[in-house]
């Protein structure tokens, strides 16, 4: 007689957990970042209603750190300049952060369906 062994979930419970762990370190690094650029004079916002993705949005500045000069305007504009980069940083980093976190909520999903069908195929043993 052949026996079916089937593995735990509790070890896709802790990767999750791990994921959870990682998704909020990125968020808190790209956060920080934000706050840090911000505390800076760096003219951008974050909008974050809670119901939707947080929104990285360019704002605007009578003075920003780069100057308004010829080097600060070509070092901040243009299609490679720190402007539209930074931007497209930020938000890259806050998808990644959400990214993380929807995965490690379906790791989560999954471990408990696999859970309950478990159970249910052992109460159809019984």
């Given at each position: 007689?052949?026996?079916?062994?089937?593995?735990?979930?509790?070890?896709?419970?802790?990767?999750?957990?791990?994921?959870?762990?990682?998704?909020?370190?990125?968020?808190d690094a790209v956060?920080?970042?934000?706050?840090?650029?911000?505390?800076?004079?760096?003219?951008?916002?974050?909008?974050?209603?809670?119901?939707?993705?947080?929104?990285?949005?360019?704002?605007?500045?009578?003075?920003?750190?780069?100057?308004?000069?010829?080097?600060?305007?070509?070092?901040?504009?243009?299609?490679?300049?720190?402007?539209?980069?930074?931007?497209?940083?930020?938000?890259?980093?806050?998808?990644?952060?959400?990214?993380?976190?929807?995965?490690?909520?379906?790791?989560?999903?999954?471990?408990?369906?696999?859970?309950?069908?478990?159970?249910?195929?052992?109460?159809?043993?019984?």
């Open positions: 007689m052949q026996r079916i062994i089937v593995d735990s979930t509790s070890e896709l419970h802790a990767a999750a957990t791990a994921m959870d762990e990682v998704a909020a370190a990125v968020g956060n920080t970042l934000i706050r840090t650029l911000s505390v800076a004079g760096d003219p951008f916002a974050v909008n974050d209603s809670g119901a939707t993705a947080p929104e990285v949005v360019s704002g605007s500045s009578d003075n920003p750190p780069w100057g308004t000069d010829s080097y600060g305007k070509s070092f901040a504009t243009g299609a490679n300049g720190y402007v539209g980069m930074r931007t497209n940083l930020l938000q890259g980093g806050l998808d990644v952060a959400r990214t993380l976190a929807e995965f490690a909520h379906g790791m989560h999903r999954a471990a408990g369906g696999l859970e309950a069908t478990e159970e249910d195929s052992r109460a159809g043993f019984r």
